[in-house]
């Protein structure tokens, strides 16, 4: 359940740093930073989408649709729009927040 | 008041009669409905908070001699301004109606259901937490180490399993102890909830402020630390009511002081900061609390995962949606038929008795049996069978958590038309019945877009319209006309979604929403809200329908709907090219949408006619246009003007009304104006 455990490898690697949505599923993956409106952003940020922590890209709507992420233990649906403007890198490289 | 509440609360308490009042507050979800089945079993209520649209379920009930009433609070994450509901939550909590919260959490979601746990330590109103579901975290091998998380929020916590009822009492006796016998002392929430030090500093800097200079406003119930941090937060409530405050000279400036010196700090926006910090606390907790039994149990693939991969599959998801509407329709029409069938003949067989023993003539029978009755028995046949199965399966769909599913693989679809991928939920219901479809729209979290869901749904051909567009178009013009005709609704309801998007203030929110995982639907809570909807639906629009029933009888006995034709003739006659007698059965039409068609064929039947003798084609298709278009059925309009208000229902009856009569005029002169020239 607790799954705070970040692996860090190699910090001197630079990440690649891309939207949410183009992530593909299954990838594991951390939140960098959230570029959105101000009421949306809290939204996110009460439900747990902060930058730092860890998400799993789960499945993608076809047509461009709505994203699911795994996060904080339970499943999150996310509009194209917000999924967008969430930039993520590989979990592997990240150093904890 | 402002800095006493807590105290004050609890001193009026010490005389507290024998009455408890408790609310439940948790996430979505987490088996608060469950709970507050077990506890309060039939007696609840449901209504709307006072001035607000969000519903608010009551119950109460007697233990150990002392009367509980207990509030079911709306599932949230939060305690911010994101929705009405968690607004109206939060000011109830902290009102003098509330003695005690449980905050009931789901053992499987620890992380953020203790989210929700701060935010409402924060309020400093007595609370007991109830770890839901502790079964099934036993059963993942993962304990709990209750007196570590007791040590850690100094609250009692207590193990629930609310589908068995176990440790649901306990609950109430535990709340007897805290609220009569005084065993509590609100903990210091600077132990529990400290944030890191810059943060902290602000936080108490600010309440400290609030606490010298607010003493004695009256209008402000929330602990001034609780404050402190929405205002950090820059809660637009919040700042609104300490605005007008004269003893806070400069506290907007501070504020923003405050938040750009803390925002320069982390590099980050104030809300995430606040967030992050408290997600930090909660896994420090975790760390504590939680004990994996064996490290090596791997959770098995289970059936749950297998439904949720097929079911949002970008092929087989939209197979077994199809499938899963079909069956809600099969299901709801073969139900709601047969009985229906059931009763029109007994309600014949009854109108013959009755018309044998006071005669037909008899003019109290007219009113009170043509009228109320008839009125009474075709809300029943029509509407209310249809209504009971659709709230039943709906409400198997939502407990089991498909719904979800549903709106993530028709999100994209429905942003074409403006609104979110939830919206086709009641959408969908729509085809069957509009009253059960708009009262569904309640499931939209911002009231611009229940308001737009409310106006799409209104619109869409329910099984009556069906009827009449079959039954007449169908019939004497086939299908293709019929095509025609849905085709232009379905661009009106289009139409519609696009203009209310236009025009209401704010923008299209996208889709957030949390997908649970599937569970066996919980027979008592379906069974008790599909009552309870249905319920609501008899004791608040049936009286209305017998009355309006009532009246359109003696309008019709003292011929008092001839001069209503003549009034309409200048609508129904020139603009629309239909016979003056339709202006009456339009206007039945509002009672049940088939009586325009039932009426037009008892019309034709006693000149010894037909209906194609009646009207000719053009008129037909105007005629099914407009019965289409025009206005909400009046069982619609009145769950439209409970779910948001009566100016707003009286708003989309004057936009479909002209809707319906721009498009049948336009139909009616271009068709005279294509035949003439032909």
Redesign the interface.
Known sequence: MNTNHFIHKDHSQTAVIKRLTECKSGEEITVVSVNIGHKQKRRLANLGIVPGVKVKKKNCAPFRGPQQILVRGTCLVLGRGIASRIFVKCANECPPY | MSCHGTKNKSRKKVETKNTINIALAGNPNVGKSVIFNQLTGLSQTIGNWPGKTVEKMEGHLDFHGFHFNIVDLPGI??L?T?SLEEIVSREYIVSDDVDLIINVIDA?????NL?FTFQLLELEVPMILAINQMDLLRKRN?ELNFRELVKIFKLPVLPVVAVHGTGVHKLLEKAIEIVVYQHYKFPNLTSILAFGKEVEDKVNNLTKYLLENACGSNQINYPPRFMAIKLL??DPEIEKRIEGIEKYPNIIERINQFRHELEELHG??I??I???EI?NNI?SI??RV?E?RNKKHRKKYNISDVFDHLT?H?VWGYVILILVIACVYIFTFSIGGFFGELIDEVFIAWSEQIYLIFGEENIWIQIFWNGGMAGLFGAITGVLLYVIPFFFVIEILQDSGYL?RA???L???M?YIGV??KTIIPMVLGFGCNVPACAGCRIMETQREKKISIAMTSIIPCAAVMTVVLGLVGRYLGLGWVLFLFAINFSVIILVGRILNKVMPGEC?????????YRLPNHKVIFKQTWMRTKEFIFKALPLIVVLGIILEIMLIFDLLSPLNTILAPITVIWLGLPAVTGVFLIYGILRKELTLVLLEILAFSLGLTIVDLLNPIQMITFCMVTMLYVPCFATIVVIAKQTSWKYAAQICFLEIGIALLIGGIFHFASVAIINFL
């Open positions: 994450y939060s911010s994101y499987t979601n620890l992380e953020r989210f993962i937060e820059g980050e926006d809300n995430t606040i967030s992050s997600y896994h975790l760390d939680v994996i949002s970008s979800p709106a993530f693989l999100d994209k679809f942003h979110h991928g929110t996208e889709l957030i929403m949390e997908m649970h995982e």
